[in-house]
């Protein structure tokens, strides 16, 4: 059992590889061994490349009798690259050993069958953290969302509406940078572009540009907003957030950062659309006469998942609760 | 200079062993040393104790010839006790070693005088650190001033006013107890002695139950409240803070812990009467029905000193910077 740890704790890191690379697809590492010995390794390296099982398989000369380790249930169906589960049969490796199985896949009904021996659920939990987006993604049928908010002490997200409010430091601003780079979309109000007109982009960080969706009010956006520089955004007007987030999970973005305004963040949070919570906590008061970040009325239990100095600033890794009061 | 620093390491950790009984006096350890070794240990015990110098001599055989440790400045006045440079003077101790000088002594000079040599300087920082209270009591006439406030994540200390919000958990309710331990008076509003009943003794930590100073408003205190079960309390009417904390410091109280309500701590703040802020979170947003912590109009800068998960909640320790934007 302890070797099996120690493998798929080797799986796991090979799957963080290209986590900014694979998304809407989970994140994927194989390793094969044999005689407690890693003879390969491999990882899934980019959205339509080889599955991690197939690139570690391919950089083996000799994989019969070996034992796979995969943080995820091999696939046995034909999407852009071929089944791994066929691979994995021809190749003659007689145990496969699976973090967490894939609630769209029956790859271990189809190895079993074929002979091979089956173990599942080492290192359940960190694998179903590692993918924790793919997972929540395939069982509501939407993006995961995360809300990330930069507020004052008292729970201020800006001085005046309109009025733009730099609260937090550097450290914050390249953290929200790589906030960026995990998520497939990045959600704001135009209001929030009209008055800060953002670039929206990965700039400190590797990783793709997120698709840029912008959920427009009444006024018009300037053309020469940073926001148009190129074809990658989404602008939406008086949609239905749940018909939006359906849509959005068809066109395969699986995952939206909504970085605001207070009327958005309010939006969001009414429709129970908020799984994670980020908060950047400016170390200063903005006092009675400044914009509230909660406009709603309801009370929203959270639990606190971490905490972290971040500069001068303070981050703040929440998750809704929303079963507790409000589900 | 290394040895210098390890003595005076202990001499610190000895003067930390009274913090909850020595106030309004600061807390002092003292270590005599021969040859390398530590020979006695002292430290002051309780207010109107010996001093951690005389404890320390007093536990010697032979202190003739010895090096001295204490983290403050050795008194050369004749107090509730004689004056500890005389029995350093008369025991014969060669040299003596201070962390920090105090503002309102000249006890080096004495010593000096008498031909023993005085370094000071040593872990200074640390030594400030552990008397902050008592430094900023000297030099500001006025009581060290804590405010602590339980609020939600966006800033918020209770859904209405006049109903009580039990907004943090366990710790952090044994932590604010810890911090009235810490503090010679609780100062609070009567609109929250009235809508709470607060008790406002030390109950899961040994230390004197502090001083309980009450603001009173329009309304009337019921008789039967918590806080007449005995002598222990003060109630203020219609006086200037400023004045009121001139009289508490004039009384020997020299730490106060503010905590709250909001109209509270908007006078404090306004006043600039806060020296740092204890901020425990809850992990929850209460929305916009709710009471903001923050009535006043200035923005304010504050510095994060530190910031830990206490059970479900965070702790946020912050000093005020009032030079910064608003001195």
Chains 1, 2 share one sequence.
Not at 188 to 215: A, Q
Request: charged content about 25%; aromatic content about 6%.
């Amino acid at each position: 059992m302890s070797e099996h740890i120690e493998f798929m704790k080797e799986a796991l890191r090979l799957a963080q590889k290209a986590a900014f690379f694979v998304a809407p697809n989970p994140m994927v590492g194989a390793v094969l061994v044999k005689n407690k010995k890693i003879i390969a390794k491999g990882y899934h390296k980019e959205f339509g490349g080889s599955h991690a099982e197939v690139d570690a398989i391919n950089q083996c000369s000799d994989p019969a009798g070996a034992t796979l380790y995969v943080n995820l249930e091999p696939c046995d169906h034909q999407g852009k690259t071929p089944p791994c589960t066929d691979l994995i049969i021809k190749s003659g490796i007689k145990e496969v050993v699976i973090a967490k199985k894939d609630p769209k896949r029956n790859g271990i009904e189809k190895l079993e069958s074929a002979g091979i021996k089956v173990t599942t659920g080492i290192l359940e939990e960190e694998a179903a953290e590692l993918n924790k987006k793919f997972f929540l993604t395939c069982e509501k049928k939407r993006p995961f969302i995360t809300l990330k908010a930069a507020i004052s002490i008292d729970g201020k997200i800006a001085k005046k509406r309109t009025e733009q409010t730099w609260l937090t430091g550097e450290e914050s601003s390249k953290y929200a940078h790589q906030l960026r780079a995990e998520h497939q979309g990045i959600l704001l109000g135009s209001g929030t572009v009209n008055s800060d007109n953002p670039h929206l982009g990965v700039r400190h960080n590797n990783g793709n540009d997120p698709l840029r969706i912008i959920l427009a009010g009444e006024n018009a956006i300037p053309k020469d907003s940073k926001i148009f520089r190129d074809e990658n955004y989404l602008i939406s007007k008086g949609k239905n957030l749940n018909e939006l987030m359906q849509e959005l999970y068809e066109q395969n973005i699986h995952s939206i950062l909504v970085e605001g305004g207070a009327r958005i963040y309010n939006s969001f949070i009414k429709e129970k659309l908020v799984d994670e919570y980020i908060f950047l906590i400016a170390p200063k008061v903005l006092g009675k006469n400044s914009l509230n970040f909660s406009e709603f009325e309801d009370e929203l239990p959270l639990e606190i998942l971490s905490m972290q100095k971040l500069g001068q600033d303070m981050k703040v890794h929440a998750k809704a609760k929303w079963d507790s009061n409000n589900g």
